[in-house]
Nanobody, 124 residues
Framework: QVPLVESGGGLVQAGGSLRLSCVAS????????LGWFRQAPGKEREFVAT????????SYADSVKGRFTISRDNAENTVYLQMDSLKPEDTAVYYC?????????????????WGQGTQVTVSS
């Protein structure tokens, strides 16, 4: 099992920044694709960003491209999501995800493990 624990959420004004972290335990962490999804009230959980096991490949949802950056540190078993130029529509619970099934994670059915989520609220 690869438990995932997110941190770094909070309340920020529009235009501000936050950095989310997700720490995973388990010796196979470095071989997993990792990603971030988010879920706003009344909406489905949606893809935000993903990174391959080596960090060489990343992908982003169009809504966050150019504003968010995903990175990982395999030595620290951690994946990060740097969120800049935040907008009120970025408000959601953000979930860390891990997959051994695909090289990058862009859809929910590929996910083996989910974190518990961290709330991000962007005020206007």
């Amino acid at each position: 099992q690869v438990p995932l624990v997110e941190s770094g959420g909070g309340l920020v004004q529009a235009g501000g920044s936050l950095r989310l972290s997700c720490v995973a335990s388990g010796r196979t962490f470095s071989t997993y694709a990792l990603g971030w999804f988010r879920q706003a009230p009344g909406k489905e959980r949606e893809f935000v960003a993903t990174i391959s096991w080596s960090g060489a490949t990343t992908s982003y949802a169009d809504s966050v491209k150019g504003r968010f950056t995903i990175s990982r540190d395999n030595a620290e078993n951690t994946v990060y999501l740097q969120m800049d130029s935040l907008k009120p529509e970025d408000t959601a619970v953000y979930y860390c995800a891990a997959s051994s099934r695909v090289p990058i994670i862009t859809f929910r059915s590929a996910v083996n493990y989910w974190g518990q989520g961290t709330q991000v609220t962007v005020s206007s």
